[in-house]
């Protein structure tokens, strides 16, 4: 709840001293000078031009640029969107010096007429929003996205640097974990995407969010904290993962890193710490959200949250998308059809998976080859890999910490299951949490590798419980 109070009074007090002309006054600068229009590449595919910045951001940079039409307390709570956002079709193509999105169009429109038709936007608690906010009102917009790229990567490198010395000048007993949480950085740092992503206000924050919690969890393991200090570290980091949640796959990345480092903990993790995880983690994700809920239909009524309860209903639905027709015609050149797609769940489903891996390039450094191996092939492998070590092994902390990493590798294909509607409209963006699998897994393959290799070189006086991480 003191994150909540501190979200609101964070938005509260910028609502109350930045004038929506210092944004319009930013955002237009952002695009006149070509920054929001900025294109990237990626290793493996030099010739592919990538946007920076995507429809997400043009939609938070509307909500800052659409004055308060009511007071600023209510102004704080949630944000206004253009129309077209409302289920009213796009106001106008993206200019060039905008991302070609539809809200970037509406962006273009709410520069030039800020009172032009909107709605209150109540579905996320908008910390990506309030963020950006706070950052623009003292920056432009490339130094804040930059800082933003930053600190994702200081988080990343830091997490590397502090592994990397254990390696070096630690105990032999802690090595195995060490070695698992540089793997787990540098892997995330290869494949994470982060020159495509690392700037984005809809995406960065929650990177921050993931990245940071796993830092503290390396310096400070979880096994370490009071159960009261457990529960409160987990329930702050489920509070934040919801606060910078836009619908874009924290929630389920953060409940795979959880799982991760519960696996990769330096002593063998109870039963009850892992209900109390996943108890503290939900529970203040569906406390954060619910609170939002009852707050604004206390002011407006329950008809405001009827509309994000329809469109959630949609992304759940696997009716709840279409193809454009040259898409639509290669599909039904390999003897598929849209309509028959969309009256059956599981091929729906199937349809989203396979969306999902024809836009793994992104991840794989520009290459569908790799993009295909790092979401599906090595998942794959170290799930049967894992599945046969806790099989063969007897000791039951063991086995928890093999099923720990199997049910981390889980939450996303469910979550896409779930979501089928939503995976197939934005596969081009919910194919990035499919890298902390891969990463968690690997990092407790390699962590096992090196225990094992402890073993058979130490004395077996050496052999400690703290080194039978992975074992």
């Not at 962006?107 to 623009?136: F, Q, T």
């Not at 009256?343 to 790799?370: D, E, H, P, W």
């Not at 089928?420 to 890298?435: E, G, K, L, Q, S």
């Amino acid at each position: 709840m003191a994150s909540l109070l501190a979200l609101y009074a964070v938005s509260l007090l910028t609502a109350a001293s930045v004038g929506h002309g210092r944004y319009v006054q930013v955002v237009q600068q952002a695009a006149d000078e070509g920054t929001l229009a900025k294109t990237t590449t990626l290793p493996l595919a030099p010739g592919v031009a990538r946007p920076v910045y995507t429809f997400n951001d043009c939609l938070i940079l509307a909500m800052l640029v659409l004055p308060p039409r009511d007071n600023v307390f209510w102004h704080a709570l949630s944000p206004r969107i253009p129309a077209s956002d409302l289920n009213a079709p796009p106001l106008r193509t993206p200019p060039a010096s905008l991302p070609q999105f539809r809200q970037c169009g509406d962006l273009a429109v709410a520069l030039e007429n800020p009172e032009i038709r909107s709605g209150y936007y109540h579905r996320y608690l908008h910390g990506d929003w309030v963020l950006a906010g706070a950052l623009l009102a003292v920056l432009s917009f490339q130094s804040a996205t930059m800082l933003l790229l930053v600190t994702v990567c200081g988080l990343l490198s830091a997490l590397m640097l502090l592994s990397a010395y254990a390696i070096w000048q630690g105990p032999a007993a802690s090595r195995p974990r060490d070695v698992a949480f540089l793997t787990l950085a540098g892997f995330l740092a290869l494949f994470y995407a982060l020159p495509v992503y690392g700037r984005s206000l809809s995406f960065a924050p929650s990177d921050i969010v993931l990245i940071g919690f796993t830092l503290l969890a390396y310096r400070y393991p979880l096994s370490g904290l009071t159960e009261r200090g457990f529960v409160t570290a987990v329930a702050l980091f489920g509070t934040l993962t919801a606060i910078f949640e836009f619908l874009i796959g924290a929630i389920p990345a953060g409940l795979i890193v959880l799982l991760g480092l519960l696996a990769l903990d330096r002593a063998p993790v109870a039963p009850r710490r892992v209900w109390l995880a996943l108890a503290s983690y939900a529970g203040a994700i569906a406390l954060a959200l619910l609170t939002k809920t009852l707050v604004i239909a206390a002011l407006s009524g329950w008809s405001e949250i009827a509309g994000s309860a329809g469109l959630m209903a949609r992304h759940i639905a696997q009716t709840g998308w279409d193809m454009t027709a040259d898409h639509a015609a290669r599909l039904e050149a390999f003897g598929f059809n849209v309509e028959a797609l969309k009256s059956n769940r599981a091929l729906s489903a199937i349809y989203g998976l396979m969306k999902i891996g024809y836009f793994s390039s992104l991840v794989g450094l520009g290459s569908l080859a790799v993009g295909l191996v790092v979401t599906a092939v090595l998942p794959l492998v170290l799930v049967i890999w894992g599945a046969w070590r806790a099989l063969r092994t007897g000791d039951s902390s063991k086995r928890r910490r093999e099923l720990l990493l199997l049910a981390a590798a889980a939450v996303m294909p469910v979550w896409y299951v779930v979501f089928t509607a939503h995976t197939i409209v934005h596969a081009f963006f919910m194919v990035r949490p499919m890298v902390w699998p891969a990463a968690v897994l690997l990092a407790g393959t390699v962590a096992f590798g090196v225990y094992r290799s402890s073993v058979a070189n130490a004395p077996r006086s050496v052999c400690t419980e703290d080194m039978k991480l992975g074992g």
